[in-house]
């Protein structure tokens, strides 16, 4: 069964770090193209970053840059997204999914939405 599944999530001070896990199972991500996306409350579903695995080409939305690196791990067939300098609007749930390409935006959504992973910035 090809799934991706989102882990990481939790609660943090304003200023602090997470890290966030996208593991795939079924399928190998060398060739994927990965996105990862967010939902507040209240607000529509954004895409904040995204990695073409194969030349590891990255994007990130202007709310995220320079704070936000995404990166992955062969040999655990995981994506992970490191949060620092996190901020009270970045309290959301984080999915990642398949995306069909990755270069100055986050291409169109292929596979399905997952369960997602609640991140909450809060002092």
């Known amino acids: 069964q090809v799934q991706l599944v989102e882990s990481g999530g939790g609660l943090v001070q304003p200023g602090g770090s997470l890290r966030l896990s996208c593991a795939a199972s079924?399928?190998?991500?060398?060739?994927?193209?990965i996105g990862w996306f967010r939902q507040a409350p209240g607000k529509e579903r954004e895409g904040v970053s995204c990695?073409?695995?194969?030349?590891?080409?990255?994007y990130y939305s202007d709310s995220v840059k320079g704070r936000f690196t995404i990166s992955r791990d062969n040999a655990k067939n995981t994506v992970y997204l490191q949060m620092n300098s996190l901020k009270p609007e970045d309290t959301a749930v984080y999915y990642c999914?398949?995306?069909?390409?990755?270069?100055?935006?986050?291409?169109?959504?292929?596979?399905?939405w997952g369960q997602g992973t609640q991140v909450t910035v809060s002092s």
């Open positions: 999914t398949t995306v069909r390409d990755c270069g100055n935006y986050i291409g169109g959504r292929i596979g399905s």
């Open positions: 079924g399928f190998t991500l060398n060739y994927a193209i």
């Open positions: 990695m073409r695995i194969l030349d590891s080409n990255t």
